[in-house]
């Protein structure tokens, strides 16, 4: 997708996003939370959007949200401000593909249905990748193409939608798989219907 469509998309969305498709995509953000929490330590979201994972961190967390839409970040801010996010240390508007922050910053860094929204995918896999410390993990929650069935063929037929859309409905997990710096170590199904996907990805030693 061009970032033109997609700051344009998400302009249109982020008014109404909390009770459309974020009402119906909660498993994953709560789940991304919840296995952060258990372990502590730093986290960057990125597509932090209006900030809806942002309240279910709970423990010893420090996140760091990133969002291309400033329409979004500042929905996010909101929440913060009116939920008393403590643990919430920043909120930025940034490009995914040019993550201004060193290499091995983070524990971990998130993407939570995000990662077929952006532009040049690979490019902005290779940058969580980069600023995860060795060890560290990337969370990607995400829909992805299915390989046949009425599905597959629904996603063939509405991709040529996605700059309507605001995403890409035949996305292929290829494109997260392939990042050489990160290992598969989770992969599970999430509601509704198991249409979107939990996966952990390890960030190699050395």
């Known amino acids: 997708m061009e970032a033109e469509a997609v700051s344009k998309s998400y302009r249109r969305w982020a008014h109404f996003y ?5 009402a119906v995509t909660h498993a994953g953000r709560r789940r991304a939370a919840a296995h ?8 960057l979201e990125v597509g932090v959007g209006t ?14 949200g990133i969002d291309f839409s400033p329409e979004m970040l500042e929905k996010a801010k909101a929440r913060v401000a009116r939920e008393g996010l403590a643990h919430v240390k920043d909120l930025r508007q940034m490009d995914a593909r040019e993550l201004d922050f060193p ?11 995000v990662i077929s929204v952006v532009p040049e995918p690979e490019r902005v896999m290779a940058e969580m990748a980069r600023v995860v ?3 560290g993990q990337v969370i990607i929650v ?37 990042e050489p710096a ?5 992969c599970d199904s999430l509601p509704p219907l ?9 960030k190699k030693k050395g």
Do not use: C, Q
């Open 182 to 186: 990160l290992e598969e170590v989770e």
């Open 51 to 64: 900030g809806l994972s942002l309240p279910y961190y709970t423990g010893d967390v420090a996140v760091t």
């Open 142 to 178: 995400n829909h992805f193409a299915r390989e046949k069935g009425l599905m597959a063929a629904l996603e063939k037929a509405t991709a040529p939608l996605e700059n309507l859309l605001g995403w890409h409905s035949d996305f292929p997990i290829s494109t997260v798989l392939g």
């Open 103 to 113: 290499d091995d910053s983070f524990d971990f860094v998130t993407a939570m249905h």
């Open 133 to 135: 410390k060795p060890g």
């Open 18 to 22: 909390d009770n459309t498709f974020g």
């Open 194 to 202: 198991g249409m979107m996907t939990w996966l952990v990805l390890e």
């Open 36 to 43: 952060i929490s258990a372990r502590g330590g730093s986290v």
